[in-house]
């Protein structure tokens, strides 16, 4: 089982960036496919972003075009890039993934991004 530790975080005004990290437990994590999620204040869980190997996707039409999603498998890191964050990014971003036979998920633990003016 991957363990997965999310970071990054922070009060950002509108309009900045920020990047959210999500690093695995060992080098295994960078075969499986992992996806970012966000949960605002009183909103569903929202499925973001998902890279499996180098091929990634951009999920959730409210960040097309701002947000990227990316791996540095030297750190068994991924990395979700925001640009251009507005006040309904506001949100707790959860990484997760999944091994190569879908057997496996794991969660991390979130980290939290507000959006404020």
């Known amino acids: 089982q991957v363990q997965l530790v999310e970071s990054g975080g922070d009060l950002v005004e509108p309009g900045r960036s920020l990047n959210v990290s999500c690093v695995g437990s060992?080098?295994?994590?960078?075969?499986?496919?992992v996806t970012w999620y966000r949960q605002g204040p009183g909103k569903q869980r929202e499925l973001g972003a998902s890279?499996?190997?180098?091929?990634?996707?951009v999920h959730l039409d409210a960040v097309k075009g701002r947000f990227t999603i990316f791996r540095d498998n030297a750190k068994n890191a991924v990395y979700l890039q925001m640009t251009g964050l507005k006040i309904e990014d506001t949100a707790v971003y959860y990484c997760?993934?999944?091994?190569?036979?879908?057997?496996?998920?794991?969660w991390g633990q979130g980290t939290l991004v507000v959006v404020s003016s």
């Open positions: 997760n993934s999944l091994s190569l036979d879908s057997r496996n998920s794991a």
């Open positions: 060992g080098s295994v994590f960078n075969l499986y496919t």
């Open positions: 890279i499996r190997g180098e091929s990634s996707t």
